[in-house]
């Protein structure tokens, strides 16, 4: 459920698909300059959309718009999809500048970005960066004037997806339930557990509030990328200011995956989804834990809600199951 699209690489990025899979556990990965040297020539090199630049022409900037988070919200599809967009040019790989590699300088950065032309948008994902507590101050001090997007989903599904996901990686973690839970007699959710803090997106966002004003941030419905993928993208295609390219004719909804997939460009070959590491099954979870973890977010919510002035509607939806 929580991962849909993928756009097809150019050859020159097929060495690098595997140590560029999305919303890795920042314990289990580090974004290393191998890693993105060897992605440097397909950054600059790459058709999407009708839009080709090559080596020789365009220039590497700094991007004018970064995907902050959160981590298993639904940041890779939206950066897959936005990509299609002939001017929008983001890099694939995870670069972790603004909370694992800010002391490699801004220069680094900037050759980590794929060239771009005239008008065209450079953008990059990491979604650890809205759970960064240095991210805001360090991103504000690059540019004032930068656009923010995060892709948010209901707080306890978000925890298990961001659960399963470790699960697949290292079998012998303690059950969802022990992790959750510092009493388990007492009902005492553990907030330190990265799991769950993630998910408490009011306090992250106060942090960034002391930066950027609620105007340069956007706020994506996770759920709503997967229901309506289209109306989702021309909001951020409208954020950006760009012209909305990207429309019901890129999705397809795959009924065996069970949420929708990316055409290629002129459907010049068959339509590819996310990979393996997208859409896992969720182990089955205690459902006094789940209603536990509902009541522990509901307030937080609620302040989210009134913070961002959207109400994602994630009480009624888990009131409807």
């Known amino acids: 459920r929580d991962a849909w699209l ?37 950054n600059g090199s790459s058709e999407r959309g009708g839009a080709v630049s090559t080596p020789d022409y365009g220039e590497k900037k700094l991007p004018q ?8 919200g639904g940041t890779r599809a939206l950066l897959e999809a936005i ?7 983001a890099v694939g790989v995870e670069p972790h500048f603004f909370d694992r590699n ?3 300088g801004l220069e680094w950065y900037r050759n980590v970005m794929p060239k771009t032309l005239d ?18 101050k360090r991103i504000h001090s690059m540019a004032k004037d930068i656009k923010l997007i995060v892709v948010v989903r209901n707080p306890v599904t978000r925890a298990i997806s961001d659960y399963t996901q470790t699960l697949s990686k ?16 007492l009902g005492l959710i553990d907030a330190s557990w990265s799991a769950i803090r993630i998910g408490i997106y009011a306090l992250h966002l106060e942090n960034w509030l002391q930066y950027f004003p609620l ?48 055409k290629k460009p002129e459907d010049s070959s068959a339509p590819r989804c996310l990979g393996k590491s997208k859409g ?18 509901k307030p937080f919510n609620m302040m989210f809600y009134q913070m961002t002035g959207q109400d994602f509607q994630w009480e009624q939806e888990e009131g409807d199951k």
């Open 6 to 42: 993928r756009t097809p690489l150019a050859p020159s990025e097929m060495i690098t698909a595997q140590s560029a899979l999305p919303e890795r556990e920042a314990q289990e990965s580090s974004t290393t300059d191998e890693d993105l040297a060897g992605r440097r020539a397909a």
């Open 65 to 72: 718009a970064l995907i902050i988070g959160v981590k298993k």
């Open 83 to 89: 990509r299609v967009h002939p001017d929008v040019r």
């Open 102 to 104: 800010y002391e490699k």
């Open 119 to 136: 008008g065209q948008i450079t953008m990059e994902k990491t979604p650890s960066y809205f759970v960064t507590n240095e991210a805001p």
């Open 170 to 185: 290292k079998p012998e973690i303690p059950t969802f339930e022990v992790l959750a839970f510092k009493n388990r007699t």
């Open 215 to 262: 105007s340069q941030i956007l706020f994506v419905s996770g759920e709503r990328l997967i229901v309506d993928p289209a109306g989702e993208m021309a909001k951020v295609q409208d954020f950006l200011g760009l012209k909305r390219v990207v429309t019901e004719k890129h999705f397809y909804f795959n009924k065996t995956k069970g949420f929708p997939c990316l």
């Open 280 to 297: 896992r099954t969720h182990p089955r979870i205690d459902p006094d834990v789940i209603h536990r973890l509902r009541k522990f977010y």
